[in-house]
């Protein structure tokens, strides 16, 4: 199932390479990916630095949503949750919007100059916004015992830093108000350059780091009293699998944007086409099914006919729901007489 | 697959839905033959004609608008404005351009904000209280409307809408739809339609006969230009291109000032381009044009910081950008009415021998 999965990946990366919205003949897209030089210029920049940057990012920051959702999902034991859960991509959403709304107001020049050069700048308060959250999630953790009393407060935050972005919003003029809003529709071809080898070496690390979690992941799953046990330091298993996957949704909303969707629905998706709740199998294979998602997502949303790239965001659910939800249901149908 | 499409079927259905219920009524020409018909030459939006004593002046297919000066009877689906008014609000700076150059200040007694206003005796009458800022379209605060008193609101509709509030409160609407003009002379053509509201006719059309013969006339000396270079427009955020269609005003100021526009289809006035779509049309473009707000000095460094593969195009290898920045421009308040002076920028950056030595841009010069 896995080498299916790779081979699938493997495709729809090179469809993603071959289809766009202007038409690169395939034997020159071959040629340009063999280095061959001698090709038309124009046509090698959009495969070399818009193509191939922009499957790329989608494949890490579709595995990376989707480990994070189904770190979350474990942790919590709850099938709902997802990265967005605890308030951490509003906090990273909250970072962005005081760059966007407030560079006017604050600080004057300096900020708002840092917020035009930057997509840089917005990664960077993406990614503040996002720990800070997570860094009070995670003393909040220490504090208090119960899954669902840190699941509603992290809830809460999340309905706080919408609040605070919504004043914000109020009372910013129109054309801010709508960069924050087209940065808030997510999309995987804003990273390109230096800045997208940084955002895939990034995530090559975390993803194996993450993985290093699955067996207190595996313990976590038997319950709190059977996991003390078996000698697992619950407190601190359930830390560390916040961070890691806080962590991995900051960085990848830091370059793209919040994705919705992606990390809430492929755990289940990985789970009804493995029929396991082995982490050991399920991470992978979850990172794999969020990858090629994330690819088929981007494919959709360049497909030639909607000229000019659909949100990301409207694609991953419009796409998504429909097939995991049919997957679900095939898997579990009859389960209802048993 | 079928279930994607049958899900873009449903969404098709719905917003035919929602445009159809839009459709006003149609006028009413049920009065007596027009006296005199004094349509615009290039604006398109709305329609002049003089009947029994009454200015008919229709705007778009839904609005209609009796202006009178006694009180006489009107014909049926018009509604009665007693000019010329007293009092207004404006919603755009392309309006408030329209007053400024009648010198009717007095009148304006409300705004929708002042960011990126540069008008002095605005931003004053806006600070002692003579003007009142009612708030962004969609969330307008009514009480500031009321307060303003207006005659006449003029309006700049768009999707957000906001404006049922204010509807609610008897006040007329008057949908000044300027900025769907698609010919620059049409933009300007306005300030007519404004001239009539506040009884400031003559000056406005004497105002306008001289934006016209200054326009034309450098429109003819550039279309005979030996070269024509290519322009491309805009810049990409977060990966996507919002470009100005070939059936834009840009557009045809392009075409006016001797240049060709990279999109040459007359078909949309705006659309969303991915990167590699701009950059197959725009590679090899001779000229970039840039307009937005950048706090500081605008540079070929920050355009590249900006996004890395803005130096793919050849207009930044050979430093072609066209900049004008509305932090340090008043761009909106101005170009709009006197569109000669932009048209002027453009053709002495594309043919610089056209216009005269040691010519002063007044917004857009060549980033050095």
């Known amino acids: ?338 | 697959m079928k279930k994607i499409y049958a899900f873009f079927v449903i969404g098709l259905f719905l917003c035919l839905g929602f445009s159809c219920s839009q459709k006003g009524k149609a006028p009413v020409n049920s009065f007596a033959e027009a006296d005199s018909v004094m349509n615009p030459k290039y604006a398109t939006g709305y329609q002049v004609r003089d009947s029994n004593g009454v200015r008919l002046v229709d705007v778009g297919k839904d609005y209609h608008f009796a202006l009178v000066t006694a009180d006489v009877d009107i014909p049926d689906g018009y509604t009665k404005v007693n000019v010329p008014i007293k009092n207004t609000i404006c919603m755009t700076s392309l309006q408030l351009s329209n007053f400024t150059i009648l010198d009717a200040h007095d009148v304006v007694k409300g705004l929708t904000g002042t960011k990126n206003l540069f008008n002095k005796d605005i931003l004053q009458r806006v600070k002692d209280g003579r003007i009142v800022k009612i708030g962004m379209e969609g969330n307008f605060d009514t009480e500031m409307v009321l307060a303003a008193n207006p005659d006449v609101i003029f309006i700049s509709p768009s999707k957000r809408g906001g404006y049922d509030a204010i509807k609610e409160t008897g006040i007329t609407l008057v949908p000044h739809l300027g900025y769907q003009e698609l010919d620059p002379l049409g933009q300007a053509e306005w300030i007519k339609f404004v001239g009539m509201f506040i009884g400031k006719e003559k000056e406005a059309n004497e105002f306008f006969a001289g934006i016209e013969s200054r326009y034309n006339e450098l429109k003819e000396k550039a279309s005979a230009a030996t070269t024509r270079p290519t322009v491309l427009s805009g810049e990409m955020h977060y990966g996507n291109w919002h470009a100005v269609g070939g059936k834009n005003y840009l557009a045809q100021i392009f075409r006016d000032a001797g240049a060709d526009y990279v999109i040459n289809d007359e078909e949309t006035s705006g659309e969303n381009l991915e990167f590699e779509k701009m950059y197959s049309l725009a590679a090899n473009a001779d000229y970039w044009r840039i307009l937005n707000s950048f706090p500081g000095e605008f540079s070929y460094e920050v355009l590249k910081a900006s996004e890395p593969r803005n130096e793919l195009f050849k207009a930044y290898k050979e430093k072609k950008v066209i900049y004008c920045n509305m932090k340090q421009t008043p761009y909106y308040e101005i170009s709009p009415v006197e569109p000669d002076l932009l048209l002027k920028d453009f053709v002495a950056i594309f043919h610089p021998e056209l216009v005269e030595a040691g010519y002063q841009p007044t917004f857009y010069y060549l980033l050095k």
């Open chain 1, 1 to 338: 199932m896995i080498v299916i999965l790779v081979v699938a990946i493997v495709v729809l990366t090179i469809v993603n390479l071959l289809l766009g919205s202007v038409d690169i003949p395939l034997k020159n897209v071959c040629r340009i990916l063999f280095g061959d030089t001698s090709e038309s210029e124009i046509w090698q920049n959009i495969i070399w630095k818009s193509r191939l940057p922009q499957a790329l990012t989608a494949i890490v920051a579709g595995a990376g949503l989707a480990v994070s959702g189904l770190q979350m999902q474990t942790v919590f034991r709850n099938p709902l949750a997802g990265p967005s859960v605890l308030g951490i991509s509003n906090g990273s959403a909250l970072g962005v919007a005081f760059v966007v709304l407030l560079s006017g107001r604050i600080g004057g020049v300096a900020l708002s100059r840092l917020g035009y050069l930057g997509d840089a700048a917005m990664s960077v308060a993406a990614i503040v916004g996002a720990l800070a959250v997570m860094m009070l999630i995670v003393w909040i953790a220490q504090k208090v015992k119960g899954n669902v009393t840190l699941l509603i407060i992290g809830v809460m935050i999340g309905y706080l830093a919408n609040a605070i972005i919504g004043v914000l919003k109020f009372l910013s003029p129109e054309e801010d108000v709508k960069a924050f809003v087209v940065w808030g529709l997510g999309s995987f071809s804003r990273v390109s350059g230096d800045e997208m080898i940084l955002f895939v070496v990034l995530m090559c690390i975390l993803l194996p780091l993450a993985c290093l979690l699955v067996k207190p992941m595996n313990l976590l799953l038997l319950g709190d009293r059977y996991a003390a046990n078996l000698g697992l330091n619950i407190r601190r298993a359930r830390m560390l699998v916040i961070v890691s996957s806080g962590v991995l949704v900051a960085i990848v909303t830091a370059y793209c944007g919040p994705i919705m969707f992606i990390g809430l629905a492929v755990p289940h998706l990985a789970r009804a086409i493995f029929r396991t709740s082995d982490h050991r199998i399920l991470m992978p294979a979850t990172a794999l099914c969020g990858a090629a998602l994330a690819l088929v997502c981007n494919f959709i949303a360049r497909m030639p006919g909607f000229e000019g790239a659909l949100p990301v965001n409207s694609v991953t659910a419009l796409v998504g729901a429909p097939v995991i939800a049919a997957v679900l249901f095939r898997r579990h149908r009859d389960e209802i007489g048993e």
